[in-house]
């Protein structure tokens, strides 16, 4: 195990075990989605992690192309959009606090630190979506925003379009605050 600093976390990672279960996955979550958003995040995806980033995603064996889910929020008023999502890794957070924080009894809200004006990170024992390669591993979740632009020649879908998304995937858009409205898994 190695030991890595990010922010307010210590964390320990074995990334040889973590590379090892990526090189199992096919296709990274938008790519197996193929939804106008998500094709939008794979056109600017190297606009979206940083060096600085990618150096992180690297110490830890994630593979940065291969994101477990990512989400659509909103267009924001300076015309990029807010996305979310998240990777898993081998490993665990020995100190800072979890990135999930809970606002209400089924709402999570993701409490990261900025890397940049355009992308925040943040580590969380709680997990979801664990692909097959990873289950049974001890695991820590890469919790992250990102204010990306609109790329793809198709242009953005409709608003309505967008809610809906955010609906089916258990998001709810309250008082500008967008936060998850099921429970976690434990």
């Known amino acids: 195990m190695e030991s890595i600093h990010f922010g307010r976390w210590q964390l320990s990672c074995d990334p ?17 989605c193929g939804c106008q958003p ?4 794979v056109a600017a995806r190297d606009q979206i992690y940083g060096p ?10 994630v593979s940065h192309n291969r994101e477990v889910e990512i989400y659509h929020m909103a267009r924001l ?7 979310g999502g998240w990777f898993h890794f081998v490993g665990s957070i020995v100190s800072g606090a979890d990135a999930a924080e809970k606002i209400s009894e089924n709402t999570w809200r993701p409490n990261l630190e900025e890397s940049s004006e355009y992308f925040s990170l943040g580590f969380s024992s709680r997990l979801e979506l664990v692909r097959e390669p990873f289950a049974g591993l001890p695991l820590v979740q890469v919790e992250f925003t990102a204010k990306v632009p609109w790329v793809l020649a198709t242009g953005e879908p409709p608003l309505s379009r967008l809610s809906l998304q955010l609906k ?5 858009l309250q008082e500008n605050r967008v936060g998850r409205s099921k429970k976690w898994p434990t």
């Open 16 to 32: 040889e075990s973590t590379r090892k279960a990526y090189a199992a996955v096919r296709t990274g979550g938008p790519e197996e």
């Open 38 to 41: 998500c094709l939008n995040f």
């Open 52 to 61: 600085d980033v990618r150096a992180v995603l690297e110490k830890l064996g």
């Open 77 to 83: 008023e300076t015309g990029r959009h807010l996305y």
């Open 168 to 172: 089916c995937l258990g998001f709810s």
